[in-house]
């Protein structure tokens, strides 16, 4: 299993290198300039245009800026086309903005999906059944964004509460006590909307493993055998309808940039997925470059770990 570990985390880092090299290449072929978008300076000289090519190596072939790149990021000195601030410590900023975030959003998911998906299968066919199936699909297919402006208008004009930012405006001289409260108010609220069609998408497929593994024989000869029913579903069906979720549960790493970039960017959440959208519409290619080649990292990351689960929950298999 070692040999496997090592050989599989180096085809990793050298895919990681070529998906670097993929997303540089199609960024900065991509039309458009920093100095373009730049909106201190509408009408920016020529010259000064030029300076900022050679200061950023815009004018060197892709493969010499691709080195350029690489060195300034590995060495923390790579700076922003924008502001000309660090990216890295930028990144890193926004990224502890982004967490609570995605942890508050996938605890909600794996918490509520996994007794409504089992109950589900359980009482196949029941009410229960009927309606978690048809709400579930109901914010499948209802966009993400379109629910979270109705609650924002709902609570906003209904309560007068706000929700938008970390925290609310002027709640800085207010007790600790009120300002945690005010600042779990307004992490909860994006969290929720970002995990509804979590819930909903992992909660069937919990239901459509689970039915598949309660079908099975040995469930019914532990059931014959006069077994509790909870002892059933839970300790024997349970643990064998894991294993496809294994996958789900690597791949949620890359989560924490790609799932998080409309929910920030409607509830105005500091975020690294709002980093880079300000990133684009700037077109400052370190900062997307850089926040690329984490999500990028982040992905095999999970991945690797979903390799490794695999044999965590079933013996069956053997890593070779």
């Known amino acids: 299993m070692g040999s496997y570990l090592i050989r ?33 300076n509408p009408r920016m000289k020529p010259e000064d245009i030029a300076k900022i090519r050679a200061a950023f190596h815009l004018d060197d072939p892709l493969h010499v800026q691709y080195v350029y790149w690489m060195r ?9 086309f924008k502001d000309g601030q660090p990216v890295l410590p930028k990144i890193w900023s926004r990224f502890l903005n982004s967490l609570p975030l995605f942890v508050c959003a996938t605890l909600i998911v794996w918490t509520l999906s996994f007794p409504v998906g089992i109950r589900a299968a359980v009482t196949r066919g029941s009410l229960y059944d009927r309606s978690t199936t048809f709400i579930a699909y109901g914010l499948i297919s209802i966009p993400g964004f ?6 924002i208008l709902w609570i906003v004009e209904g309560f007068n509460v706000p929700v938008i930012g970390m925290a609310t405006f002027g709640m800085q001289d207010a007790h600790w006590l009120y300002r945690g409260m005010d600042q779990l108010w307004h992490l909860v609220i994006p969290s929720v909307m970002s995990a509804l069609a979590g819930v909903a998408i ?39 309808a894991l294993l496809p979720f294994v996958t789900m549960f690597g791949l949620m790493l890359p989560g924490l940039i790609g799932g ?41 990351a999970g991945t690797f770990l979903s390799d490794i689960l695999y044999a965590v929950v079933d013996p069956r298999i053997r890593l070779q």
């Open 8 to 40: 599989n985390f180096l085809q990793r880092c050298v895919l990681l290198i070529v998906v670097s090299m993929i997303s540089h290449a199609v960024i900065l072929l991509a039309p458009g300039e920093p100095s373009e978008v730049d909106p201190s």
């Open 72 to 80: 300034d990021m590995v060495s923390g000195e790579l700076t922003s």
């Open 146 to 151: 379109f629910l979270s402006y109705l609650f």
């Open 202 to 240: 992992l909660s069937r497929y919990v239901r459509s493993q689970m039915l598949e593994v309660i079908g099975q024989d040995y469930i019914r000869t532990a059931r014959a055998k006069g077994l509790d029913p909870d002892s059933v579903i839970y300790r024997h069906a349970l643990r064998n």
């Open 260 to 300: 998080s970039v409309i929910i920030e960017q409607i509830f105005a959440w500091p975020g690294i997925g709002r980093l880079g959208y300000d990133a684009i519409l700037a077109r400052d290619f370190p900062v997307i470059l850089t926040i690329n080649f984490i999500a990028a990292a982040l992905t095999l």
